[in-house]
């Protein structure tokens, strides 16, 4: 039988989770999780271009998160404006093309301007893509889809038989990005909390326990490695060795 070669996941998500728990465990204030957690993604955008990944999506805040203390969501917002302000010439100028997925309506103007202008600054790279879930969730996302493309068909451009899963997918804010091949969520948890549910059909979730704060390019190895044992079959039957 031949053995196939490692194969790399084109497009991985990460629901980077634990960062509250991590702080709580060493006596601090959660805010020191979420301050160690950027330093743990900068570990994972520099994991991930080495390991030649091409889309690295990441859930830095969900539409659900704006339920938390107000003095916490305040520091998650300022966490992101400063990640943008200092990190992103840097990436910009390692081949990173950002995108931001989520809803910006209702958000702070000046917020808005940084994200687009993230996403203007770096539009022209492409070592790898880095997805942004900032106001994410997928139910939102989906019904914003659904809306717009109600309002094609009411205005008669396209008409029922019109409507499939590519054209749902056209419509979403991923638009244009393959799906998920692998999902990795730290801290323990295994729950998919609202993100990419149309867009996750047929990727492969990896749960691992270490809290957020403490991911590394030997977690995200191990996360590749479980990956790779896997048998995708997509609905058809086992993979066939040629
Ligand atoms: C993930 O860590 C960061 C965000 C959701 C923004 P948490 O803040 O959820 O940490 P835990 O899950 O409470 O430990
Ligand atoms: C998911 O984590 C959201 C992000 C990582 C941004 P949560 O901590 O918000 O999820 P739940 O509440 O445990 O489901
Ligand atoms: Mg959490």
Redo the contacts with the bound molecule.
């Keep these: 039988m031949l053995t196939r070669p490692p194969a790399v996941p084109r497009h991985v998500a990460i629901i980077?989770?634990?960062?509250?728990?991590?702080a709580?465990r060493r006596g601090l204030p959660?805010s020191a999780?979420?301050k160690a957690?950027v330093d743990a993604l900068r570990r994972a955008v520099k994991a991930a271009a080495d390991f030649g990944i091409e889309y690295l999506t990441i859930?830095?805040?969900?539409s659900e998160?704006w339920s938390r203390p107000a003095a916490e969501v305040s520091f998650?917002l300022e966490l992101l404006r400063r990640f943008i302000r200092q990190d992103v010439a840097e990436l910009h100028h390692a081949g990173v093309k950002i995108k931001i997925v989520g809803s910006r309506d209702d958000l702070e103007p000046g917020i808005v301007s940084l994200l687009n202008d993230a996403e203007r600054l770096t539009r022209g790279n492409s070592k790898l893509n880095l997805v942004v879930a900032f106001n994410y969730g997928s139910k939102q996302e989906i019904s914003r889809a659904v809306s717009a493309i109600a309002n094609r068909l009411a205005s008669g451009e396209i008409s029922a038989a019109d409507i499939s899963p590519e054209l749902i997918s056209q419509n979403l804010d991923t638009s244009g990005i393959p799906d998920p091949d692998l999902l990795i969520r730290t801290?323990g948890?295994q729950r998919i909390s609202n993100f990419l549910l149309w867009q996750c059909a047929y990727t492969e979730f990896v749960f691992v326990d270490e809290?957020?704060p403490d991911f590394s390019h030997e977690i995200f190895a191990r996360a590749l490695d479980d990956f790779n044992s896997r048998d995708r079959r997509f609905g058809g039957i086992e993979a066939q060795s040629a």
């Design positions: 980077m989770d634990g960062n509250g728990r991590w709580a959660r999780g979420h957690g859930y830095s805040f969900s998160n998650l801290g948890e809290f957020w």
